[in-house]
């Protein structure tokens, strides 16, 4: 059983050890939202320990997509089935979140998202993507970027 994040009332619970919890408390909470309005799904995460399978998952597309190395400690991790598609978060320590969609039919979006909470600069791994930025009452400024995954990577069950 996962904690479930509250976007009402924002809090930094999981997120501690991070210097920034408060930027990445914002961020996880924004993501809560999308998901309460657009698929009526209630957004849990587990610590990252508990999910060392997923966030090797993660870690493994975006090394052999594009040789991407995640410097930070992940924190976090939320793992969502939603309409045949597996939704995946890492939140980690530098204010970084990165998501998978994955949808599980061959014909299917998949993808890798980064986004960026307040005040965090690009980190070295990730500067030869182009952030766009939105507004978020939640979250500040969050920056985002993606591409497309090109391989099949079933997401282990």
């Given at each position: 059983m996962g904690h479930v994040i509250d976007f009402t009332d924002v809090s930094t619970a999981g997120l501690e050890s991070s210097p920034v919890a408060d930027a990445l408390a914002g961020?996880?909470?924004?993501?809560?939202?999308?998901f309460a309005n657009k698929y009526d799904h209630v957004f849990t995460t587990v610590p990252a320990g508990e999910a060392q399978e997923t966030v090797d998952w993660v870690s493994g597309i975006l090394n052999e997509e594009r040789g991407i190395e995640?410097?930070?400690?992940?924190?976090?991790?939320?793992?969502?089935?939603?309409?045949?598609?597996?939704?995946?978060?890492?939140f980690y320590e530098s204010?970084?979140?990165?998501?998978?969609?994955?949808?599980?039919?061959?014909?299917?979006k998949r993808a890798v998202g980064?986004?960026?909470?307040?005040?965090?600069?690009?980190p070295d791994e990730l500067g030869a993507f182009k952030f766009a930025r939105q507004k978020s009452k939640?979250?500040?400024?969050?920056?985002?970027?993606?591409?497309?995954?090109?391989?099949?990577?079933?997401?282990?069950?």
């Open positions: 961020l996880r909470a924004n993501e809560a939202r999308y995640i410097a930070s400690p992940p924190l976090e991790v939320s793992v969502a089935d939603v309409d045949g598609i597996d939704w995946v978060h890492v204010r970084l979140s990165v998501n998978v969609l994955y949808t599980r039919a061959d014909s299917g980064f986004k960026l909470s307040d005040g965090m600069e690009v939640l979250a500040g400024t969050i920056r985002g970027s993606y591409f497309v995954i090109k391989g099949q990577h079933p997401m282990p069950r």
